[in-house]
């Protein structure tokens, strides 16, 4: 098989595979976080678990990418740095800043997340350094400034949450509260919808089907992920308000 006939491939199993990911989110909860529970098999330390998943979104990609016919050009490149800015700090800084309350995360968990970045990595990396030519005036095309646009959005939403949530624990303390301010009061999960913000933004920003493919698989994890995130306030905070969303503001 030829590496067009590859790509091709894992392209379409990507949404394969996000087909069936939201089947089965919807349906059984992510075991890891609040959701964590036995059962999942072996487990290992959660920050070291987020580094290892993740780690192929970093290395993986810098990988595939300096290895296209393009990599040097000045579109790929700015392209690169929006993926990097969201993958460095997600792989190398956010698990250290991580109250996991000494909660471990199964390794099927964290062995199939570090299986779909493989492929995801690839797929995109592959594109914007040697698939797809991008010259020096897309970055003044207005498919490539909403998508930066909405990419830049995303991000800050999704970093701005993440943020707030560590900081609903004091140094020590232990247990949920429930988050306040923000686009907290909009929905309960913020941070997920910066994120699909993110990739939507990046589907945009690269005009591809490998950038839409990661935008498709990223709400068919966290959208789910989301919802359950939500119902769990609803049970354990009688008070908690009514008027927020799972995941999109006033929709969802």
């Known amino acids: 098989m030829d590496e067009a006939a590859l790509y091709t491939w894992l ?31 072996p487990t290992m330390n959660t920050r070291a678990a987020w ?25 790929p490149l700015v392209l690169l740095g929006m993926w990097q ?26 062995a199939m997340g570090f ?7 690839y797929l995109n990396a592959r ?30 939403l999704n970093r701005s949450s993440d943020r707030a949530l560590r900081n609903l624990r004091a140094p020590g303390e232990s247990g949920y509260k429930i988050p306040r301010g923000g686009a907290f009061e909009l929905v309960s999960c913020p941070n997920y919808f910066g994120e699909l913000v993110e990739w939507t933004g990046w589907a945009i920003a690269t005009w591809s089907l490998a950038g839409l493919s990661f935008a498709v698989f990223t ?3 966290l959208v789910p992920r989301a919802i359950s995130h939500h119902r769990w306030y609803k049970e354990k905070f009688p008070d908690y ?12």
């Open 127 to 156: 594109l914007i350094s040697h698939i797809a030519t991008y010259d020096a005036s897309w970055l003044t095309d207005p498919r490539f400034l909403v998508g930066a646009g909405l990419f830049a959005f995303g991000y800050s």
């Open 51 to 75: 580094v290892v998943m993740e780690s192929p979104s970093v290395f993986w990609f810098l990988a595939v990418f300096f290895a296209g016919e393009h990599a040097w050009s000045l579109t």
């Open 241 to 252: 308000p009514t008027s927020r969303r799972a995941v999109i503001p006033f929709l969802l």
């Open 85 to 110: 800015a969201h993958y460095v700090q997600r792989t190398l800084i956010f698990p250290f800043l991580l109250r996991t309350g000494g909660k471990p995360t199964p390794v099927s968990v964290v």
């Open 219 to 221: 709400a068919a994890n």
């Open 115 to 121: 299986g779909f970045n493989l492929v995801n990595a």
């Open 11 to 41: 392209l379409y199993g990507i949404f394969a595979v996000a087909a069936l990911t939201i089947l089965a989110l919807l349906f059984v909860s992510a075991p890891y976080g609040r959701h964590q529970r036995g059962g999942w098999g």
